[in-house]
C-alpha cells in the first residue's frame, strides 16, 4: 500500500518568514495530494490540493510544488502569521478525490510572533 | 459549502458503555464516509470506509464488531464503540465527499469526537 513521509516533525519560525514542509510518497500510482491544517481539537481543514497533471499550484501564501519523478510534494507558507501555528498533514490518494487517503505523520508549525 | 457535522464533540463514560457518534454532510449528499482514530500527537489513521446502502469496509486491525458502523441515508452515517474500554479513548474523526458534481471532491472533516471512557 501506500506509505507517504512527512518532514520535520515540528517546525518553529519567526513571523513573516517562510515555511517548508515536505513529503514523500512510495506509490506511483497517487495521483491526488491535498494539505490539511488542524487546529487543537479541531478536525482538519483542506488548505490546498494538487493533482499529478500539474506541478505547482499557489493559493496566496501557500503554494504546493509536485515532483512526481522522485515522488515529493511540498507546501510553502510565506509570510507566516502567528494564526498560521497547527499542524499540517499531507496526504496522498489513487485514482480520484475521493478515495482513501493516506496521510504523513504531520507537522507542528509554531510561528512565533 | 461541504461542510460535515459531527456529534458529540465530547463523551465521557464509563467502562463498559456502547457509544454511538454522529456524522452528518450537512450541504451535500455523501455516498461514502471515512472514519478515522487519531491519538495525541499522531496522525489520523483509517478505521473504515462507510458506504450508503452496504456493510462498511474496515482497514486491518480493526474489529468490526467492536466498531460498528451504519450508513443508512446520503447524509449520515454512525460510529457505535460497543463495550467500550478505556484503550478506546481517542480522537474520533469522520469526513465525506461530495458526489453531486462530480467524481472527484475532495474529502471534507467534521470536527471530531473526544471519547474519554474511565
Known amino acids: 500500500g501506500e506509505n507517504v513521509e512527512q518532514h520535520p516533525s515540528t517546525l518553529s519560525v519567526q513571523e513573516g518568514d517562510s515555511a517548508v514542509i515536505k513529503c514523500t510518497y512510495s506509490?506511483?500510482?497517487?495521483?491526488?495530494f491535498p494539505w490539511y491544517k488542524q487546529e487543537l481539537g479541531k478536525g482538519p481543514q483542506l488548505i490546498i490540493d494538487?493533482?499529478?497533471?500539474?506541478g505547482e499550484k499557489k493559493d496566496q501564501r501557500i503554494a504546493v510544488t509536485l515532483n512526481k519523478t522522485a515522488k515529493h510534494f511540498s507546501l510553502h507558507i510565506t509570510e507566516t502569521q502567528p494564526e498560521d501555528s497547527a499542524v499540517y498533514f499531507c496526504?496522498?490518494?489513487?485514482?480520484?478525490?475521493?478515495?482513501?487517503?493516506?496521510f504523513g505523520g504531520g507537522t507542528r508549525l509554531m510561528v512565533k510572533p | 459549502g461541504a461542510v460535515v457535522s459531527q456529534h458529540p464533540s465530547w463523551v465521557i463514560c464509563k467502562s463498559g458503555t456502547s457509544v454511538k457518534i454522529e456524522c452528518r454532510s450537512l450541504?451535500?449528499?455523501?455516498?461514502?464516509m471515512f472514519w478515522y482514530r487519531q491519538f495525541p500527537k499522531q496522525s489520523l489513521m483509517l478505521m473504515a470506509t462507510?458506504?450508503?446502502?452496504?456493510?462498511?469496509?474496515?482497514e486491518q486491525g480493526v474489529e468490526k464488531d467492536k466498531f460498528l458502523i451504519n450508513h443508512a441515508s446520503l447524509t449520515l452515517s454512525t460510529l457505535t464503540v460497543t463495550s467500550a474500554h478505556p484503550e478506546d479513548s481517542s480522537f474520533y474523526i469522520c469526513?465525506?465527499?461530495?458526489?453531486?458534481?462530480?467524481?472527484?471532491?475532495?474529502?471534507?472533516f467534521g470536527d471530531g469526537t473526544r471519547l474519554s471512557i474511565l
Open positions: 469526513s465525506a465527499r461530495d458526489l453531486g458534481r462530480n467524481n472527484n471532491q475532495p474529502q471534507h
Open positions: 506509490d506511483s500510482a497517487s495521483n491526488y
Open positions: 494538487i493533482r499529478s497533471n500539474v
Open positions: 496526504a496522498a490518494s489513487m485514482r480520484n478525490a475521493g478515495n482513501m487517503l493516506t
Open positions: 450541504d451535500f449528499q455523501a455516498t461514502t
Open positions: 462507510s458506504n450508503e446502502g452496504s456493510k462498511a469496509t474496515y
